[in-house]
């Protein structure tokens, strides 16, 4: 129920009563539009489900409440501040003065921002990016939020214009998960329907927050304990929404006490799922030994490799070791095992618990490994499930945002449009922000996103933002990308998905893919937010004709007026999507081809779902320090803040906190409520040791795992060091940020 007020509250004060009441219903429906918040897929009529009146949760309700608002940042709040002036406020104050209404410009020398043409803007964009040594020094950022088409679009006009550098925000988020999947089953997504969740035997939820960050999913698993499921937490914190949840679509659910969801909740020490997993794994290689049965033998040996080198190397395990990594009791990972022993269906459900680690990738082949020895892999009601975060990045990523898309992608591009397009791989997230730092890319133009503060060390990164000679940022709302300008800045502002898109050929539609890949159409309906915006689509192919000329073979000038014509050329070149146009208006849309879920294709190079073996790293925590995540609250999308409530860890009016055991809080001699600095230390390429610092911290006695803490992303970003990455999907580290805390007075800093 508080649920219910608090989305209300929040639709109300950002956009009124009378346009709630419009906005709200329209929601995840299927004439309306699709949720700005997270990825979670939509019931499907095909599986006999129907869609509820609000099909939305509290954090939907406040992601429209946010993009929805009335309020509004146009030229003469840029007259009012100058850069300098909101390079001082919080990420939460630029948030909230509202949508940005004319494209705005700031050149060298310049102190604020003024009005330009969209135009001249182009034009401005253009002449920078041609005088540039080449196209290699700039980079095209998109963020997940980003339309097929759009990104379909973007992705076209970087590569004609000569370039892979395409970083995305999945290169933060589930790229260990892409590297992994790809690795092992040959598709870097997941392999499991809606339906397969909601009648597995047995669902792990591990290094994930659903009740904030996926609360349509605790509906999923209410489902799956109505039906007899089990459910597994793999968290240091007891998380609210999977340790009690009410359902607010039922009134039993609002009603009542709420149910608990996770059978079992396993507190695990920060980075030791990957020892966990090894564990279980040797436990059902014993069980198989010691009473036959456990394993799927004929899938392994009809639809596996690698499966003796594996088995060889996880019969061995130092239980020492495991329970030191873990923290969890060996009897509890021997309950966990029994329970995957007696489920015929499961599934693993991830997030960024695990992807955002050292050995992240490594850790989701591990939780393959587990799925493979039980064949969970493409059968009803079992796979692998990597839920993910923003609303289309998955789309984004089929539509070729990626900077080492493969060839066949390449050589379809070619064909559609006759342009020659680059080979050589570009730079991802953090690869870029070095080149940025020695000079090797000058310019940065983002589709949407707040590059600044979502990315590590965020000192460095201002000031390599700042050393650019161009930055373009195509956003909504402001944010701190715009107050670390380069030489000539530009803020060009565009249309959200709630918003309709009056083009030539009449009101535009555009479409998503969310986390189990089906695709679907999304329909604005309010009046946009002001009548200089332009579409994320019109502003890529105006940008494409002044940057390639009249003559550049494409039509861009097509694009804009029919989006149709867009997606008549995804279809000829993105696998899967053929028919787009027709197929994706039916009522639920349709479902990309997944080898793996369809048929236990694995396009790996084994041609087979490759097990693989993997060896955990201990994390060494010196005498008095932690081990600290960061996180989410309950009101923040991202780097966007909605409020200062996290209602469910029952902390309210502050971000500034660090979470913490009470044992540790005594044991380091200090209490709940001091204020402390945290500090980072990070042994960089030279041998040469770095300190990151945040200031005034207040100490908070929570229940996470010993030796472990936690505080909200973006706020604790600058102690991420960007030379901290996942081997191999080169994902900074955001969950194990080794720390100490320097006690401290003054005022706590204002939010
Ligand atoms: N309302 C709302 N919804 C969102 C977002 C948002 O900001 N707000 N963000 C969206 C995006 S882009 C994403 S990627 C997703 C993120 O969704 P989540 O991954 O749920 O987000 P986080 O807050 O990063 O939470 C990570 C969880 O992993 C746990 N964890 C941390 N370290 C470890 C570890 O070593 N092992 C294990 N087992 N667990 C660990 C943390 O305690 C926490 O519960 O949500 C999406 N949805
Ligand atoms: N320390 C730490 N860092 C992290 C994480 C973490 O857990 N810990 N998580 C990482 C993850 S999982 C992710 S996905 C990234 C997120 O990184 P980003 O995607 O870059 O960040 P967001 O905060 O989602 O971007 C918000 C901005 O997008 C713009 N915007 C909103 N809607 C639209 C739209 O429709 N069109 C356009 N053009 N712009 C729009 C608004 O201007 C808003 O300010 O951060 C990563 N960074
Ligand atoms: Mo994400």
Redesign the pocket.
């Known amino acids: 129920m508080k649920g219910v007020l608090v989305s209300l509250q929040r639709s109300w004060e950002q956009m009124g009563v009378s346009r709630t009441t419009r906005t709200l219903p329209l929601l995840n429906q299927r004439s309306g539009f699709d949720c700005p918040?997270?990825?979670w897929p939509d019931p499907q009529e095909a599986d006999g489900d129907k869609r509820k009146a609000a099909e939305f949760c509290e954090?939907?309700a406040?992601?429209v409440a946010e993009e929805a608002t009335t309020r509004r940042v146009g030229p003469d709040f840029f007259a009012r501040h100058s850069v300098a002036d909101l390079a001082d406020k919080t990420d939460y104050w630029l948030g909230q003065q509202g949508r940005i209404t004319h494209p705005v410009v700031l050149r060298g020398g310049d102190t604020h921002y003024r009005p330009i043409t969209w135009n001249e803007a182009f034009d401005v964009i253009a002449s920078e990016l041609r005088r540039l040594n080449g196209p290699d020094e700039a980079t095209f950022y998109t963020s997940?939020r980003t339309s097929n088409e759009a990104a379909f679009l973007h992705q076209l006009l970087v590569r004609s214009f000569g370039t892979n550098n395409l970083p995305d925000?999945s290169n933060m988020?589930?790229e260990s998960s892409g590297t992994a999947l790809t690795e092992t089953i040959g598709i870097g997504k997941g392999s499991v329907s809606l339906s397969d969740l909601e009648h597995a035997d047995l669902v792990l939820v591990?290094?994930?927050?659903?009740g904030?960050?996926?609360?349509r999913m605790l509906a999923s698993l209410e489902k799956v304990k109505h039906r007899g499921g089990r459910i597994v937490a793999?968290?240091?914190?007891p998380?609210t929404g999977l340790m009690r949840f009410k359902n607010p679509q039922n009134l039993r659910g609002a009603l009542g006490r709420g149910s608990p969801l996770a059978d079992e909740f396993?507190q695990?020490?920060?980075?030791?799922?990957l020892a966990?997993f090894k564990a279980l794994g040797s436990l059902l290689l014993q069980a198989e030994h010691d009473r036959g049965g456990v394993l799927d033998q004929q899938f392994i040996d009809e639809c596996t490799h690698g499966y003796d080198e594996f088995a060889d190397q996880a019969r061995w395990v130092d239980w020492d070791e495991v329970v030191e990594a873990t923290g969890l009791p060996r009897e509890q990972i021997t309950r966990i095992a029994e329970m995957l022993i007696d489920s015929e269906r499961t599934v693993a459900c991830?997030?960024?618990?695990?992807?955002?680690?050292k050995q992240g990738v490594d850790t989701i082949r591990e939780v393959v490994n587990l799925m493979l020895l039980r064949g969970m892999i493409g059968k009803p009601g079992a796979g692998v499930c990597p839920?993910?975060?923003?609303s289309n990045?998955q789309g984004d990523r089929t539509m070729g945002i990626w900077e080492k898309m493969p060839d066949t992608f390449l050589d379809a591009l070619e064909n559609e449009f006759g342009v020659t397009m680059p080979r050589h791989h570009g730079l991802d997230t953090v690869d870029t922000l070095k080149a940025m730092k020695t000079g090797n890319v000058k310019a940065f133009f983002a589709v949407g996103g707040n590059f600044a503060s979502a990315t590590p060390d965020t000192r460095g990164t201002e000031r390599a933002l700042r050393a650019c000679a161009l930055t373009v940022q195509v956003s909504t709302k402001l944010n701190r990308s715009h107050a670390v300008p380069g030489r000539t800045a530009l803020i060009l502002p565009t249309l959200g998905r709630t918003e309709r898109d009056p083009q030539e050929s009449g009101d535009q539609f555009v479409t998503v893919e969310d986390s189990m890949s089906v695709v679907h159409a999304s329909r604005g309906r309010l009046a946009p937010a002001s009548e200089h915006l332009l579409s994320e689509v019109a502003i890529i192919s105006r940008l494409a004709r002044k940057l390639l000329g009249p003559e550049h073979p494409i039509r861009w000038e097509d694009f804009e007026a029919d989006y149709d014509v867009i997606r008549d050329h995804i279809a000829a070149v993105v696998p899967g999507c053929a028919n787009f146009n027709r197929r994706v208006r039916q009522p639920d849309g349709f479902v990309l081809p997944n080898g793996p879920r369809d048929n236990r294709t694995f396009t790996t190079k084994t041609g087979r779902a490759n097990f693989t073996v993997n060896i955990p790293e201990p994390i060494e925590i010196p005498e008095g320090r932690l081990l600290l995540?960061?996180?989410?609250?309950?009101?923040?999308?991202?780097t966007?803040i909605?409020g200062l409530s996290d209602r469910y860890r029952g902390i309210e009016d502050a971000r500034r906190v660090v979470l913490i055991n009470a044992d540790d809080i005594a044991s380091l001699d200090l209490a709940d409520g001091d204020l402390v600095n945290l500090v980072s230390a990070w042994s960089g390429d030279q041998g040469v040791t770095e300190e990151r610092r945040v200031e005034r911290f207040r100490v908070v006695a929570y229940p996470?795992a010993k030796g472990?803490a936690?505080a909200y992303?973006p706020e604790a970003n600058p102690l991420v060091p960007l030379g901290a990455v996942a081997e191999r999907s080169n994902t900074p580290v955001?969950?194990?940020i080794i720390v100490r805390l320097e006690r401290t007075t003054g005022p706590e800093q204002d939010l």
């Open positions: 918040g997270c990825a954090n939907g406040k992601a997940g925000c988020c589930h591990v290094g994930q927050n659903p904030t960050n996926h609360p793999v968290n240091p914190l998380e396993a695990i020490r920060i980075g030791g799922d966990l991830w997030a960024m618990g695990l992807t955002q680690h839920v993910r975060g923003h990045v995540q960061t996180l989410r609250s309950h009101d923040q999308y991202n966007t909605y996470t472990c936690a992303y955001s969950k194990a």
